[in-house]
Each structure stands twice: as C-alpha cells, then as structure tokens.
C-alpha cells in the first residue's frame, strides 16, 4: 500500500460529511483516473483523465455514461489535470508537475464544434513557465510549481497551483495565461489562502468558477470563495465524509455541482457525485 493510501486510510476516519449528496454514479472504467471535468453544454459534460493516458476526451450525460470518445491528434498526455472552457473551445491544462522538474507546461485549445462533429481533433498549443522558478526542481522549502486546478475567468486562463514545500504557506499562487496560442513566461497574479496543512489536504486539485464565485477542490472539501477588487474572500466550506482522490469539479448551476473522484484502492471505483452547494 502506498503512502497516499495509507494516508488516505487514516484521514478518511477524521471528517466530518458536510456536503449534501443528491445523486451517485459509477463512471466507466475508461475514466480511472478522470482529473478534469467541464459543463460543455446543459445535458454534456466532458472529460479527461489524467497524466500517462492516452490523449483522449470524453463526452459523458448528466448521469456519467460516457457517449463519445474523442481522441486529439499529436499530442502527449504528459500530466492533464484540469480542463476549462469559453465560448467557443476548450482548454486541457498540461499543467501537472508533481517534482517541480517541468519548464514545458502547455495548454491545449481545441474548438468545441470539432469536438461535438469528429472523432478526431486537432489542438493549439498555449506553452507557459514560471518566471519565479529558476532551478529544476528547486530546494524543497520552495516547490510552488505544482498545479492541478484551471478555470477561464475575465479573457484569460487561470491556474492555481499547490504548495508541495516542506513547510507550506497556506496559499495557492494563481497565474493568468492568455487564450492565444504561444510561448510565455507569466508570473503570480493573485493567490488563494487554502490552509497550512500540507497538498494531501489543502492542495488544490480542480477549479469551476460560476457568477464570480471560485469553486475550489481538494481531497477532503471545496472552497467557495467570492473575486471581487482583485481579492478572494471565503463564502463557505463543505467537507465530504471521507478524503478520497477527487481531482474534478465543475458548477452546474446554483443548486448543484458535480465533483468526481479517481480510482482508489482505498476508496473504490471511480465515481461521479452530484452534490447541493
């Protein structure tokens, strides 16, 4: 049993059920290890899996059955963790990087039309780095360059990153990258406080936003929090039962959300959780 399990195994005793559950659904094992979930339309949500799968997307009903699978051609997933979307495409944040190593972070953009025509797509690459980080990877007391959580807010995308330094400062950076495709170097914008209690419980691993309200996902609860004046301040937290591996989360509308968790040897098959905020 590995360390996140064994981890797991004991915090799962610790808290406390505080989000109201309305609907549970066993997704498909095509979706182990689902790291991003968006709302592409008001019956479709779409999917991905995380770092080492196949480039794929998923079309799944408001019930989790996968109808679609869409495979996006010349690309690698090296770490997908969270997925995004505008008007008129979606963006795949390439963004995982556990060890701090990474300087090749990218995000893909792929129009939405394509996605509900083909099976077949072809994306834009958007390549980013961290102007602050200057070693790969950098001393542990500053492994800042994490990141699992992504959402599009005001024109632009925003990534939230996780703290894996040795003595966490409670904050989660947020990077503002631009939807056009290039190759920039961006540096912190703003910063969410989450907590000191390490990435296993405060690490941010998926971002919604909906109606200036940031929705903000760890393994044990989501952050609602409120933007306004370039500052976040709390508007509530709901802890779940039990800490479990959930790295997606994205707003249906005021009374619901939907949050889906990986596959776990501690806290079993993958599943889809319609939730009351």
Known sequence: MNKLVVLLAFLSSVFVASAQLIEE???????SEISGLELLNDSTLIAVNDGGNKP????LNLKGKVTKIINVLDVKNKDWEDITIDKEHIYIGDIGNNSNKRSNLKIYKIKIEDILKKKEVKAK?????????????????????????????????????KDRST????????????TTPGTY??????????????????????????????????YNRYIIKKYANGKFTNVSSFKFKSVAQRESIVVLNKASIFVADEKNPLTGPMKLYKIKP
């Open 25 to 31: 659904h066993k997704l498909s094992e095509n979706l």
């Open 56 to 59: 794929r997307l998923f079309l």
């Open 125 to 161: 690459t958007i390549k980013f780095n961290y102007g602050e980080q200057t070693a790969y990877p950098p001393t542990e007391d500053s492994m800042f360059f994490d990141a699992e959580g992504m959402t599009f807010y005001d024109d632009s995308i925003w990534v939230f990153t």
């Open 167 to 178: 003595t966490p400062n409670g904050y989660s950076r947020i990077y503002k990258i631009p």
């Open 185 to 218: 170097t961006v540096y912190k914008s703003g910063q969410a406080y989450i907590g000191k209690n390490g990435w296993l419980t405060d690490g941010v691993t998926a971002v919604d936003v909906y109606k200036n309200h940031f929705y903000i996902l760890t």
